[in-house]
């Protein structure tokens, strides 16, 4: 899994990128000109102190890499956590990135296989 790390590529996602949100997750996303996905997350001061800030960030990034193989490939991806994701369960988390991951048709399943091997 590769991160994003720069500001500006975290700024060029926000305006050039699409998003969806859930209660729990704000999920934007940019296609990239290369053959994997880069991943940024988020999580502002308001959620909690940094005790909680890292938990709710090493939620986010266990639930992406457990479901890695389920995304298409190709984009550039920023998460974002909401104040209510503090607290919640490892489920809570996979189940609301799942769900912004589907918003966005970036999920691989029958329909979309063939336009992933197209690529």
Do not use: C, P
Request: aromatic content about 10%; overall charge positive.
């Amino acid at each position: 899994m590769e991160s994003l790390k720069r500001n500006y590529d975290f700024q060029k996602v926000y305006t050039e990128g699409k998003s969806y949100a859930n209660r729990y997750l704000v999920m934007y996303l940019l296609k990239n000109k290369t053959e994997k996905n880069r991943i940024g997350i988020s999580v502002s001061k308001k959620v909690g102190n940094s005790v909680v800030r890292h938990r709710v960030k090493r939620l986010i990034k266990e639930s992406y890499r457990f479901n890695d193989k389920n995304f298409m490939q190709g984009y550039d991806i920023v998460i974002i956590a909401r104040t209510t994701a503090k607290g919640k369960s490892y489920q809570e988390m996979e189940s609301a990135l799942n769900h912004l991951a589907k918003l966005h048709h970036i999920i691989i399943d029958e329909k979309n296989i063939w336009q992933q091997k197209r690529r």
